[in-house]
């Protein structure tokens, strides 16, 4: 848990800062952490608005990017009690890294490992942005700091952390293999939610 | 109402409904033995995914930058068993250094 809470803090904070360069308001910058806490499509939507995309092009591609909740929020259901609105409201804290670390067993999950870890992200992630959004003007480009870099590897480490079986390395490499194959050809999401569909070809066995 | 909370606010609402899915619609029953399986693979296809795009990933195209080079280092310390803060700093510190040197 504890070596996520740099890179989530830090990752917030260059979203409130790169919210901020690509025009988006204070308040609609912390509103995107408070609301859609899912770094990678905050980023895609910002990165889009920021570049002359238009807003049909980012909400695509942020809703592509998100479209593996649905998968991820099925494979945990049943760790989930209560009424509806509960259910609703502690679903929003299923990340890739609370989903990952809330793991203890292929397809099994410790609730309690799962709603913790997602809510420490919750309030770094938020708390990044707000600094962020504060230090927009003060910090220079985050890239500089090379937090562009930090994700990747946090999302390879947690990678390694998963290869615990055969069939577990043949779905990291058909997912990497369609995600590079894709990358050239389809708007940003795309290879994501691809790559999402490779498990589903055990169904046929 | 701006292009940008126009975007926070479909997006917003969008992955709340996506999130909220599974748990709603079947929270606290097992899922069909079916899907089980695959869902087991879910993580590692994604993970991978997600590594490869965020690091030779651009607009449309794979772009090779500094990114990788850290990467690469994160990748060595994790074979050397480092701990994932420690993977993570790595990662940035050399890509911020490569970054500097070019």
């Known amino acids: 848990m504890a070596p996520l809470i740099p890179a989530i803090l830090g990752f917030g904070v260059s979203f409130g800062v790169l919210a901020r360069s690509a025009g988006l308001d204070a308040w609609a910058t912390t509103a995107m952490s408070l609301t859609t806490f899912a770094g990678s499509a905050q980023f895609a939507a910002v990165s889009i608005l920021g570049a ?22 099925v494979s945990v259901a ?14 929003q804290l299923v990340i890739d890294e609370s989903w ?12 309690r490992l799962l709603l913790g870890a997602g809510a420490v992200c919750y309030l770094f992630w938020v708390l990044g942005t707000v600094v962020g959004v504060l230090g927009a003007s003060a910090l220079g480009d985050p890239t500089v700091l090379g937090l ?25 490499v058909g997912g990497a293999l369609v995600a590079l194959v894709l990358l050239p050809l389809t708007p940003l999401g795309v290879p994501i939610i691809a790559a999402a569909a490779v498990p589903l070809l055990g169904l046929r066995r | 109402m701006t292009d940008a909370w126009l975007v926070v606010v479909v997006v917003g609402v969008a992955t709340v409904v996506m999130k909220g899915f599974g748990p709603v619609v079947l929270g606290g029953r097992p899922l069909p033995g079916r899907a089980a399986g695959p869902l087991e693979l879910l993580a590692p296809a994604l993970l991978a995914a997600l590594v490869l795009t ?3 990933g651009g607009d449309r195209t794979i772009f090779v930058d500094e990114r990788l080079l850290g ?15 420690l993977v993570v700093v790595v990662a940035a510190a050399v890509t911020a250094v490569a970054r500097v040197m070019t």
């Open chain 1, 100 to 111: 990952a670390l809330g793991t203890t067993a292929p397809g099994r999950f410790d609730r």
């Open chain 1, 78 to 91: 049943s760790v989930f009690r209560g009424p509806a609105l509960r259910r609703l409201l502690e679903s």
């Open chain 2, 71 to 85: 990467v690469a280092a994160a990748g060595v310390a994790l074979w050397l068993r480092a701990p994932m803060l």
């Open chain 1, 52 to 73: 002359g995309g238009g807003v049909t092009a980012a909400v695509v591609a942020a809703v592509l990017l998100n479209a593996r909740y649905v998968a991820l929020g």
């Open chain 1, 148 to 172: 562009d870099a930090a994700f990747p590897a946090l999302f390879l480490a947690l990678l390694v952390a998963q290869l615990r079986s055969r069939r577990a390395v043949l779905a990291a």
């Open chain 2, 54 to 56: 965020q690091t030779v």
